[in-house]
Every structure is written in C-alpha cells, then in structure tokens.
C-alpha cells in the first residue's frame, strides 16, 4: 500500500490562473480531507469528502475554492484564479471510515508568484 | 472558539534529556488530543492519542483537564526523535469530526 499520494508536489501558478491539487487515498480509504498550512500556522481542516459527496466544507473559502471527490479518480483541489495569499501547503488525508486515523499525504506545497 | 497552542517553535536539548513538549486547548466540551509527528522528508504520521494511554517510542502524553493540557514528555531524548511535532485537537463541528492543529514545535536532539 503506496499511502496517500498527493500531487504535484510543488505548484508554481502566477496571480489569476488556476491551480488544481490531486490527492489519491490510500487502497479502502473512502474519506478524504484536506487542510491548508499557511506559513507559521497549523494545519487548518478545509473539507471532508466521500465518494461523490462533500460531507462538510465549512473551511473552505467561500470563493474560488472547491472540492470533489469522483467515483473514480483521486480527489481534486481546485483554486480558481489564485493570489498571493493562497501560497501554502495543502494536505490530503484519508481514512477508512469517519472515525478511523487518518493517514496523511505528502503535501502539495503552492507557490502564487 | 476552539484552540490548539503549541508555545515552543523550537525546542532543543542534548541527547539522554529529559523532553517535554508543551500543548494547551481550548474546547469546551470534551476533548479527544492527538500528537503527531513528522520527521524530516516524511509525511505527517500520528504518534499518540490520548484514549489509549499509549506510549509509543518512549513517548507518553497526560490530559490534564484542570490546565487543558496535553504534554508530550519523554525521559530520555535520542537523536531520532528529531522532528516536528504537532498537537491536534479532534471536535465535532458541522458534520463531522475534525482536526485542528497547533503551530507544531521543532524537536532538535544535540549529540
């Protein structure tokens, strides 16, 4: 078992383009979250899926950002015309069900030049 | 509003010391603590969670719910615990269960 894979590892996007972050659980894992760390801050819960489902988003942004979760593929992280602001490393975590550990990727870290 | 403070961002100490890592919440019902871990060029890993009374690689974590704190102590550091430790608060908000975490403290064991 590969673990949760997120990628691309490292984004670069200039200021108004589109930034798209791929997270695939680990084998079982129906659940995924994903929290955002800004510079000298903690990891910060955004949004918990399930399979074709946004379960809870209540810290996303309310702008610009969504989620989803398809029946089949990784899960997807998406930042539409991205600012400065949004330069931060994003996490993806999965678990197997609610209430089970969640086993956290690598991080995609967003560079917003 | 609930909190997870971390005072240290880095805490260094020589090899055989004792360690404690400082962890205060702020929750008002009841809580359930976490450490986790994340050595350098690895992935966040969880170290401990306070139900299970663990202790994990000499690690031990008390809740103390009188000074809402959750220290993560080892008596002797080794060179391997080098890391970043995060403490994260688990609490129902919305639909579900979530994480919140502290800034993290960065744990260097001298030789």
């Known amino acids: 078992n590969a673990g949760v894979m997120q990628n691309p590892r490292h984004l670069v996007r200039r200021r108004g383009q589109e930034a798209r972050l791929r997270c695939s659980p680990m084998?079982?894992?129906?659940?995924v979250y994903w929290y955002r760390q800004l510079p000298e801050e903690g990891l910060k819960f955004m949004v918990y899926l399930q399979k074709e489902n946004i379960i809870d988003e209540s810290g996303m942004p309310k702008e610009r950002f969504s989620a989803e979760f398809p029946k089949e593929g990784p899960s997807i992280l998406r930042i539409q015309q991205v600012v400065r602001g949004d330069s931060a490393a994003y996490f993806c975590?999965?678990?197997?069900?609610?209430?089970?550990?969640?086993?956290f990727g690598p991080g995609t870290r967003l560079t917003v030049t | 509003a609930q909190r997870v403070t971390q005072p240290e961002k880095l805490l260094s100490v020589f090899k055989g010391a004792p360690v404690e890592l400082k962890c205060n919440y702020s929750?008002?019902?009841?809580?359930?603590l976490f450490w986790y871990v994340q050595y350098s060029r690895q992935r966040l890993q969880l170290l401990l969670r306070?139900?299970s009374r663990e202790s994990i690689k000499g690690f031990t974590a008390d809740l103390n719910k009188g000074e809402t704190s959750f220290h993560l102590k080892k008596p002797f550091a080794q060179e391997e615990d080098s890391a970043m430790y995060y403490c994260a608060l688990e609490f129902y908000g919305g639909a579900t269960n979530k994480l919140i975490f502290g800034t993290g403290t960065l744990l260097a064991v001298q030789p």
């Open positions: 975590a999965s678990s197997r069900t609610e209430d089970y550990e969640q086993y």
């Open positions: 929750y008002s019902g009841s809580p359930e």
């Open positions: 306070h139900i």
């Open positions: 084998k079982g894992h129906s659940h």
